[in-house]
């Protein structure tokens, strides 16, 4: 276990720390992984840092580290801003579901409203036919009953009418 940390991993840091500045949710996760001999070091080192920083943000860092406790509340709220932006993100999805949704029900219904005005228009002339087949069926009644009479005159007139003698 080394006390001090090498050049290298100085460098890692400092880049690290810059890199990711005002993302404190991912210089949390990266500094959690640096291994735990070098907590000691590397607590001095990130000491020195922020005492250098402006005072805003030392007050940023020391009002972030106190929130950083054991029981996880910075994870939580990383775990938290994700489910956040994914929730977002299905709620877009299910909303332009929706909106395509209510722009076939549009189309439907006006595919229904030109289907019910042909039905419509169907219907009325059903029911023109209709009337004109029952206007004929009492014209032909009308003709079947003169053609009756008559044949029932032109039989009587026959059997009124002596035959003639060959």
């Known amino acids: 276990m080394s006390e001090a940390l090498t050049a290298e991993e100085r460098e ?11 993302r404190d ?26 005492n250098s920083l ?4 030392r007050t940023f860092v020391m009002r972030l580290e106190t929130d950083a406790d054991p029981s996880g509340n910075i994870r939580d709220a990383v775990c938290q801003k994700e489910n956040a932006m994914a929730l977002a993100a299905d709620r877009d999805t299910w909303k332009a579901r929706a909106e395509a949704a209510e722009m076939d029900s549009r189309s439907v219904r006006g595919q229904l409203g030109v289907m ?51």
């Open 116 to 166: 019910t005005r042909v039905a419509e228009k169907a219907t009325n002339r059903a029911e023109t036919a209709e009337a004109r087949v029952r206007e004929l069926e009492k014209s032909l009644q009308t003709e079947v009953g003169i053609v009756t009479a008559l044949e029932s005159d032109v039989d009587r007139l026959e059997c009124a009418t002596p035959e003639p003698t060959p």
């Open 25 to 50: 949710d991912i210089i949390v996760c990266k500094l959690v992984r640096i291994h735990d001999a070098q907590a000691a070091t590397l607590d001095k080192l990130l000491c020195d840092w922020i």
């Open 54 to 57: 402006p005072e805003p943000f």
């Open 12 to 22: 890692w840091c400092d880049r690290v720390l810059k890199q990711y500045a005002g």
